[in-house]
């Protein structure tokens, strides 16, 4: 009898210790929302996907991190004010879709001739670094990144300036006041909304990177890309998480999310040049053109786009803010980081 009573002991200990070790794991858990703008099958949604189960393996299933793309939690211009707010926990989007919130970060977007994205993804990390912008104290910065150069894909040729005249062109942020000052009428809206507005003749056209073409389709209801890359502009794109939610999670964890991020920079610099190679390919394949504008156009191009940067630091200094300092800074990286990678 007390050998049973014995055993029962140390089969109750045991049972109780299986469920502490394994139990307690299981408890803690972490489970995050993560909202990301682009449709699941772009190539960004991708490499946000992949750097969740990178993040999920680091932290030895201590985190799990659910999907939410396309828009389906927070649309595209609330994603930031959805983080801020806690209905995602985490969010990738553009900071140009909450125009006038992030004035400073505004300075990433101009037009200055970014050379591919992998330089702008750089440059958008070592500006936030270097600069420290006030207007995303809010939130934790996990990491920044950038496409490539914007371009115009039209429905006509585009060889002048005067064939943009009177155009309607989708843009957003920034890139609405290039389109105005090259003669064309700036529509404003979310790339999920382009290939509708495109196909109904809402617009002639939009200006967006190369991947634009393959990653939203929008090589089937255009024809034309004028290959604009002197005067070429970013969007800078965010993934932050909830300041609430950083603060409460062990500084293991954080430690995880800070290196995975910091690995993230060169992978989504690199998707934003895959996408764009493919962006071509695919167009091509459907008999679209690329236009390349000779030396004099090109320059009257720049001349036309300079009022787009002044007026940019005017406001900023308005605001008490850097402008002058943040454009010389970007062109500073630009340059940096365009000897790097070629």
Known sequence: MKKRSFFVRVSLFTALFVTFLFGSSVMAQTTLTYSIFFPATHAQAKAGESWAKEIEKRTGGKVKINIFAGGSLTPADQCFDGVEKGISDIGMSCFAYTRGRLPLLEALDLPMGYPNGMVATLVANDFVKKMQPKELDGVKVLYLHAHGPGLLHTQKPVNSLANMKGMKIRSTGLSAKIVENLGGVSVAMPQGGTYEALQKGVVQGTLAPMETLKGWKQAQVVKYTTDCTNIGYTTAMFVVMN???????????????????????????????????????YSAELGNKVIKLPAAEEAKWEAAIKPVTEKYIKNAESKGLPGKQAVAEVKALIKKHSKVKK
């Open 243 to 281: 300041k609430k939610k950083w603060n409460s999670l062990p500084k293991d964890i954080q430690k995880a999310f800070d290196d995975v991020s910091q690995e993230w920079i060169a992978v989504a610099g690199k998707a934003w040049d895959d996408a764009d190679v493919e962006g071509y390919k």
